[in-house]
């Protein structure tokens, strides 16, 4: 995972579409190599007053990442906090998705057909049972996924993240960003990961004019033990071993960055790009929406094309709103009283930017989803009163 400047591997698929309801209109668009590591998932109508749209990045491998494509918006529609607490089912489906890893292979058989080892080479179809009934399951130890996902419903959007995916706004022509990369080198990161065990080192990387083959240590990307350049993930689990702290502790953790924000007249709209996205989303969106360009798909097309040259794979999900019903009462976001309850953090609330930078929370972990035996029971570091975002990092 170190650095390389090594030229990309070829395209092997572009892939865009778009869709539309009475509430929103959408395009997306993705630009796969042959590791085909980034994939997405659209779902306008997950209910009759819900739409969802994710984005999910892979590394060392793309099955996790697949996996949460197909499966997180099922479980969240799933889970029982969903009609009435939005806010603390999406994060607790961040958890499921890391218990689905860890329990068994039988995530693997959720996959689409042609996705897997088994379905490439049937005949290790043998070779998977007979390794099952002699070896014990071993979930994904340093292949996972990060994970940008954003849910309309009513007036608000709901937003959760864990790793380097971004969901950004645009308000009044200016982009604002709704989520924070997770980068082990945060101070907060930082110190959860050395208390898990973990150390934080930067990449070793060739200093300009120096004799080749020079190296200096500790410059370039941050990465955890030398390995993992984002801090927050699901999947994993080689950072996640430590049987005495709860997952919210662990040097990786798959404790989401969660937000709620309301749409507002001032908001147009409304994208989620993987890493590999070069800058200047907003303006490129603004500028083709002027010129008249009204497909949402090409639009993002465009976005993944300018970055063709970056190594990465890269997917882009464009949503406008359209004229809205009127906003959904607040318990189907929160419980009855606008608080989240029982295993959802008790701080959420809602926030319009309409005054606000995007930037405005202090950091706030929420606690543990659940209980388990031979856990401590620790209450987090760092509460506030009153969190925007939860398990979120911002910049003074």
């Known amino acids: 995972m170190g650095a390389s400047n090594s030229r990309p591997d070829p395209v092997i698929r572009k892939f865009t579409e778009g869709g ?114 002699i070896f014990p399951y071993i979930p994904p130890q340093e292949s996972g996924s990060t994970a940008c996902v954003a849910v309309i419903r009513g007036h608000d959007i709901v937003i959760g993240n864990v790793g380097h995916s971004r969901c950004i706004i645009s308000r009044n022509g200016q982009a604002i960003e709704l989520t924070t990369d997770h980068k082990p080198d945060h101070p907060i990161e930082k110190q959860r990961i050395e208390r898990a065990g973990g150390e934080v080192t930067g990449d070793s990387v060739v200093l300009p004019g120096e004799t080749e083959g020079f190296l200096q240590q500790g410059l370039g990307a941050a990465r955890i033990n030398g390995i993992l350049a984002h801090s927050r ?122 005054g606000g930078n995007g930037n405005n929370s202090d950091y706030a972990p929420a606690p543990a989803p659940e209980k388990k035996e031979g856990h401590k029971d620790d209450e987090p570091e760092g509460s506030q009163e009153r969190p925007l975002l939860v398990g979120e990092i911002t910049e003074d």
Request: contains cysteine.
């Open 20 to 133: 539309e309801n009475d509430r929103i209109e959408y395009g997306v668009s993705t630009i796969q190599r042959k590791n085909m590591k980034v994939h997405f998932a659209a779902v306008p109508d997950l209910d009759d007053r819900t739409s969802f749209f994710g984005v999910y990045d892979g590394r060392e491998g793309a099955e996790v990442a697949l996996f949460c494509a197909t499966q997180f918006h099922n479980d969240l529609h799933d889970h029982p906090f969903y009609e009435q607490n939005l806010f603390g089912a999406m994060r607790m489906t961040f958890f499921r998705m890391d218990e689905l890893l860890e329990q068994s292979d039988e995530w693997k058989k959720l996959l689409p057909q042609g996705t897997s080892d088994s379905d490439r080479v049937p005949c290790l179809f043998l070779r998977d049972c007979i390794k099952q009934a």
């Open 233 to 354: 993930a699901i999947g994993y689990f080689a950072f996640k071993s430590d049987k005495g702290l709860p997952p919210q502790h662990q040097m990786v953790t798959c404790d989401p960055g969660l937000r709620i924000v309301a749409i507002t007249n001032d908001i147009e709209f409304l994208v989620i790009v993987s890493d590999g996205i070069c800058q200047g989303v907003v303006d490129h969106i603004h500028n083709q929406l002027a010129s008249g360009t009204t497909d949402l798909g090409i639009i993002c097309q465009g976005l993944c094309d300018r970055c063709e040259l970056s190594a990465d794979n890269v997917t882009a999900i464009l949503v406008q709103f359209k004229d809205a019903p009127p906003p959904e009462p607040e318990e189907n976001l929160f419980d009855g009283n606008g608080n989240s309850s029982d295993d959802a953090s008790p701080h959420a609330q809602e926030e319009n930017l309409s």
